[in-house]
């Protein structure tokens, strides 16, 4: 797991708008008119709808799609009860969480309450505004009583995410380590480590997914929960099913799992040799687990093993969960999240492990062969099939188990409808930043002199997606590390002008010599600019001394891409170099191109970067549909760049007939495919959601970006350099540290392509 400094976490929160949330109207407010329908006179309308009708409030306002995330702050994290106001990031969070997933929107709400009756008697009142309640963070035993209070008195869907989120998951866990492991789960020995609310429910749940009480071993701080214990509350008596007290470490004796849910260290070596063939083991204590994943496979080769960490296999997110059962309750406005609708995400989960794994699932965690298996026991928590897997089988238990208050008939428009959801979410970053993380590629920062470019190295190396080589003066870098508190151990600083590095510019001139020979260059001349550091750098990346360089922060961009062409060329049948723009924006990522190099090109010169730019895409995983752009609609308006791009385009389709690819036709068309539908159904974009916009001149494509940049929230990524031999990239100026950073990862996944 990469490093997370207490204050990179306090400026995360900070910056820019404090917290991590907003909200943002869905309706047009521009005109007096439009805010005379938001609110007066306009709004009486609805609000007398609803007065007739109270089932209209689902129609005509937020509530089918807005769930509260509700805490106390009485058991926050592992830090305790700590009060509502501290619990608010957290709440924040989760917010976060549900929306990125599932599109739910969320009001966090901390309440300040400790007394279970004032508490849900607040929550009761509240309750009107919402589609659903997602409890959070309570202390137990108050926890299970509230939760029970609120299910009976309430007609949406509620669940306390501590407690089922986490047994839902490893439940569905459970299911496919027992199938792995070839055991029935009716003859299986639990030992369980905590009692509070999350281990009660994981151990409930196993229980109605066929585990025997008589075979469930609970021990809370004071030993096993069993016959002879006094002052147990409701909840912990009904596992308190033994006669005798046994200690905990004789327990694990030909025990088949063990669930953790307590803290770091509980479990030893000789615990887990005791237990039976083929042990599962949840170790779930964060940040730490009970016992470590070496500790416990060093000892148990045929161990089964899940933990709460991202780092090892089958990790035991909650993310898995909350997010879809939350979106098929909602989306057939249930009344209850009950027992039917748990175990329904349980085995849409566990089945959902076993399926083909896409490829983009693979290639966003290593490459790797990932299939059903014991480090597949569970699906990744950015399997973009969860969403369309869980929330219909949810949706459907509701529906069966008479919970439902509108029932879905069209099951085909339904999962049209979560899947075209999945836009909203940062997925491509995600999916970047895993990549890069599982192979860790050399990085050259050419300006290491500068303090945002020191920070991204920071950031990646903590992030733990490249391997940062600084170049510069070692003396001025490290003062600035040491007056900015930058850490960077044991990182490679070059100064291609230092005494130390003569012989290894003497080799990389010569080498440049040899390219340059008849283009300008001397050999002496070769020799002395490799005390240049964008030659210096772009000649260690053509060496192999690194695998990718990041530069032009602080620097002129044409001083920074042509030592790059020079020492790294171009790919093979590649004859223009273009420069690509990512956007994430809320219908999914744009790339706009070209926005870098450009100034005028040619008809043929934008066939060229449209081929090399959808080459690029695909490397994604994501199929391109591309427009290129004018003032005019397929010849609607004469002139010099509309005739060139539709020159441009006859030529793709005569030949690259495979590229989605259309034009001329202006942005607005482009960008909405009914209104491409309706006016231009022979285009080969009519009912296609556009995701590439190519442009006829650099003017157009650097505006086009930068104001869509200031305009919106996402991140922006770029520019990507398409058609270089090797993974460089020349930033624009003034770059901030997330710009920097997001390109190092394309840096580091783009040399992974490279030989």
Known sequence: MSKVRKQDALDYHSGGKPGKIEVIPTKPYATQRDLSLAYSPGVAEPCLRIAENINDVYKYTSKSNLVAVISNGTAVLGLGDIGPEASKPVMEGKGLLFKIFADIDVFDIEIDAKDPELFIQTVKAIAPTFGGINLEDIKAPEA??????????????????????TAIISSAALLNALEIANKKI?????????????????????????????????????????????????MKKKFAVHDKNIEFENAFKKADVFLGLSRAGLVSKEMIAKMSKNPIVFALANPEPEISYKQATSVRKDIIMATGRSDHPNQVNNVLGFPFIFRGALDVRATTINEAMKLAAVHAIASLAKETIPEEVIEAYGGSNISFGKDQIIPKPLDPRLIYSVAPAVAKAAIDSGVAKNPIEDWEQYDHQLKKRLGLDNKLLRNITIKAQNNLKKIVFVEADNVKVLRAAQMALEEGVAIPILLGKKNIIEDLMEEHAIELPDLEIIDPKSDDQKDKRNSYGKVFFENRK?????????????????????????????????????????????????????????????????????????????????????????????VNVAKTIRKFNIVPKIALLSYSNFGSSPGEDAVKMSKAVQLLHENHPNIVVDGEVQANFALDSELMNDKFSFSQLANKQVNTLIFPNLSSGNISYKLLQQMTDGDAIGPILIGLNKSIHVMQLGASVREINNMVKIAAIQSQNKK
């Open 144 to 165: 299970f009583e509230i939760e029970r209070r609120l299910k009976e008195e309430l007609n949406i869907p509620i669940m306390h995410d501590d407690q089922h989120g």
């Open 518 to 610: 008849r283009k300008g260059f001397t050999e002496y001349e070769a020799i002395q600019v490799m005390r240049e550091r964008n030659y210096y750098g772009s000649m260690m990346v053509e060496q192999g001394d690194a695998d990718a360089m990041i530069t032009g922060v602080t620097r002129a961009y044409r001083t920074c891409i042509k030592p790059a062409i020079q020492c790294v060329g171009l790919n093979k049948d590649v004859n223009v170099v273009s420069g690509m723009y990512i956007l994430n924006t809320k219908r999914g990522p744009l790339f706009l191109a070209d926005t870098t190099i450009n100034l005028n090109p040619s008809a043929e010169e934008i066939a060229e970067i449209t």
């Open 186 to 234: 009716e003859k299986i020995k639990v030992v369980v480590s905590g009692a509070g609310a999350s281990a009660l429910s994981c151990a409930q749940l196993y229980h109605s997914l066929g585990v025997k009480l008589e075979n469930i071993f609970m021990f809370d701080s004071k030993g096993l929960l069993c016959k002879s214990r006094t002052g147990l509350d409701v």
